[in-house]
């Protein structure tokens, strides 16, 4: 078991002012694997007052940007060192299968940490400008505090999306992972602080949304980034709206891949389907509503049973497994609740459905398709979070399959799967989302801005617009014939 039992403040392991404990549970084997001091509001004030004073008078946000970067390398070219370890600590924390997790949930942190890392010696943070009145020199400061929010099915990921940018932004960070995976969030600070990453500049305070709430309440933070839940997101931009302070959400997705009548099914459905029930289904960018076209309907869900079948459900840190556990047992209660709705609502489950017989340990539900789907159903505009797809017919051309992708409440992420690249193209801009992917089974690019429209968030993570995020920009004014040294 993997214990600690002090807390990170300010960049020192620090007993908490209370005497909570989240005990983190392993969903395989239903066994505590590990045990972390749960955060008080009284431990986030700490955190936040270091943080402040590293930020109002610190050496961090006074440093070069390339400075900061080298300290974010360190930390990635470490996290390279351990990609193994990463991936079961993770994995024994929520269940991600290492066949996935390995390279989504720690190769692709790397990338991020080294995406931001180089983009630190590119980005102009000092931009001499030719205004209307005379030159201007519009800076690019770092925003602030900033609390960092996240969820615990891509733990090391998301964590990874919001470190890199704002720190190399020159921000100091509060950050609060959720309580199921406290132990790579204090695992990644241990090799920040291996990386001489100075004082103050990050704490991890691991606790529930009530804390959560006070951190996002703080009047000593300036910035919200938050990922998770579209109803806490709701929560934070009204707590933020009052403080009129920044935030950027990641939210729920309820993503459709659209299979045109042209498609090439057993092409598309390697690469559909790592997307479709991609981390157990637990993913906000899961492809989760199938639309196939009425006269390939049955051709098109009788390719995604067989593929379903031959899915391996089992020990996640097996490397043949392709479906783990869910995080917890009141997940496992939720998603076969929407299999009970679905069936209710007059859907019918082609495969899965129930739990497998052969695990009676773990909280695992089997790979589900449900076909004769309507998209009004709660199966087809709810987010399940868990390995539960919706095949939905459509009639007509393809805009009436646009227009069912865009009945929804959420706009994260989407796929369209054709022979011709042009009539792809033409869905993917009808289709109200943040990210697309037409016949790629590359859902985000981290060198390129990911996030959602509508229910799905505000704001933009990766790419040049991750880093933004973190910055305020100042125009300054120059007298005539003076350029800085910038
Ligand atoms: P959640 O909203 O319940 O919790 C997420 C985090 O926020 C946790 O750390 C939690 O303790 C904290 N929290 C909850 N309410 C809060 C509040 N009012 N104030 C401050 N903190 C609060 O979400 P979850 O169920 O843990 O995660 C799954 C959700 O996350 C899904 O909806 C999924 O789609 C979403 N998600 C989105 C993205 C994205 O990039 N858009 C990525 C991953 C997950």
Redesign the pocket.
Known sequence: MKAYDRLFIGGEWVASSGTGTIDVINPTTEEVAGRVPDATEADVDRAVATAREAFDRGPWPRMGATERAAIVSKVSDAIKDEMQEFAELVSTEMGSPVSWGTMAQVLAPTMIFDYYAGLAAEYPFDDVRQGLMGQVLVASEPVGVVAA??????PLF?AAAKLAPSLVAGCTVVF????ETPLDAFRLAELFESAGLPKGVLSVVP???EV??H??RHPGVDKVS????????K??AA?CGEGLKRFSL????KSAAILLDDVDIAATLPMLMPSAMMNNGE???AQTRILAPRDRYQEVVDALVDTVKGMKVGDPLDPAVEVGPLVAERQRDRVEGYIKIGQDEGAKVAVGGGRPARLDKGWFVEPTVFVDVDNSMRIAQE?I?GPVLAVIPYDGDDDQAVEIANDSAYG?CGSVWTGDPDRGLKVARGVRTGTYMLNSPIPIDFATP???YKE??IGR?FGREGLELFLEQKSISLPAGYTPGV
């Open positions: 929010i996240t969820p615990w099915n891509v998301l609060k992972p959720a309580p606790a529930g949304r959560g709430e951190l996002v938050f990922t998770g839940s579209t109803v806490a997101g929560k934070i707590a990641e939210l729920g997705g993913a906000c960018i987010e979070f994260l990911f996030g959602g799905s968030g993570e």
